[in-house]
Nanobody, 127 residues
Framework: QVQLVESGGGLVQAGGSLRLSCAAS????????MGWFRQAPGKEREFVAA???????LYTDSVKGRFTISRDIAKNTMYLQMNSLKPEDTAVYYC?????????????????????WGQGTQVAVSS
């Protein structure tokens, strides 16, 4: 079955960096778009970044220029490199995979298309 396991979260000072990983199994990794979402305390889950099956990328405006999404097909792992972190980036970060193969980039920012989610990893940024 599909499994997604996030790692790499932690506590960091503002301006610092973290790299999140999402180890995937149970599906043909290269054929599916994947994304990162986050949920801060008391707030709704929000889209952060996504990578399509064809390696096109999409970011929410607040992380553009600071975060980079990538994946290693050989390792079945997706990454989120987070630089210049801000206190407002504090949240639980989740990775997710689409239920349909080869979805378009435009579809990847909407959480309704994601059928499988990881357990989340906590990121805390101190000021």
């Amino acid at each position: 079955q599909v499994q997604l396991v996030e790692s790499g979260g932690g506590l960091v000072q503002a301006g610092g960096s973290l790299r999140l990983s999402c180890a995937a199994s149970g599906f043909t990794f290269r054929s599916y778009g994947m994304g990162w979402f986050r949920q801060a305390p008391g707030k709704e889950r929000e889209f952060v970044a996504a990578i399509s099956w064809s390696d096109m990328t999409l970011y929410t405006d607040s992380v553009k220029g600071r975060f980079t999404i990538s994946r290693d097909i050989a390792k079945n792992t997706m990454y989120l490199q987070m630089n210049s972190l801000k206190p407002e980036d504090t949240a639980v970060y989740y990775c997710a995979v689409q239920t349909q193969r080869r979805t378009t980039l435009a579809d990847l920012s909407r959480d309704g298309g994601y059928g499988y989610w990881g357990q989340g990893t906590q990121v805390a940024v101190s000021s």
